[in-house]
């Protein structure tokens, strides 16, 4: 359950930066955007990684 938990909030983690990007791409502030999808990336890639760690 816990496993679940973690990845789940994780997930939920990138998408929340996914929309924060989006908005400061929409504003202007692209310097922000880049080192939120730099953000984004490492996340995904923890999470790819936990995921085979825990299945």
Known sequence: M???K???TLEENINC???V???FHYLGYFE???AISTKIEYLKLQ???LKIYFY
């Open 2 to 4: 816990k496993k679940e």
């Open 32 to 34: 922000n955007k880049q």
């Open 21 to 23: 990007k989006n908005k």
């Open 6 to 8: 973690i990845l789940k």
């Open 17 to 19: 930066l996914i929309e």
């Open 47 to 49: 999470n790819s990684t």
